[in-house]
């Protein structure tokens, strides 16, 4: 049976989308120039994997993807790379929020499910860079070294979205519930 979205689904993957854009826009550090490309520790990574828990995995996803899409669009460092953005983010929330919805919710599968989400995210942004320098060739040590630096900083912002999303889960679940939802 095909399941069609509703005025209240759009509603929600609009409302997430935009706090994904705001969180991205307004609470990060960076650009941070790195030799594979710029890059930036963002709070909109939080957002992403927190609605993938709270919402699932296609909800989830899409506005993972369109929040980021649009922050890229908006920022000239970004802009040609929006494209990926869309299918990266999209990808980091969809896997999190299939593996978070398999059962009842708990801590321990939320984490795993954001630790796998993210780190499907690191493996095609860093995969994504690595294949870059070596179109515009760059032999390939010295484009794994180029990448040292964006795994690191891209690093460091996973494992933030990580925990901050699965110490937030929790709250905004509870809330949701309250509301009947």
Known sequence: MEKRFTIRDIAEIGVLAALVFVATAFIKIGPIPTPAGPTMIKSGNIVCLLGALLF??????????????LYDLTDPAFTASAPFTFLFFFAMAFVCGALSHTGEPSKKRDLTACAVGAGTYLVLHL???????????????????????????????????VFGAWLLAPVFRKALQSLHR
């Open 56 to 69: 699932g995995k296609t909800k989830g996803g899409l506005a993972a993807g369109i929040g980021s899409m």
């Open 127 to 161: 995969g994504k860079s690595l294949i870059t320098l070596l179109l515009e060739g760059s032999g390939l040590a010295a484009a794994l070294a180029a990448c040292g630096l964006k795994f690191v900083t891209s690093g460091l912002n996973a494992a933030i979205a």
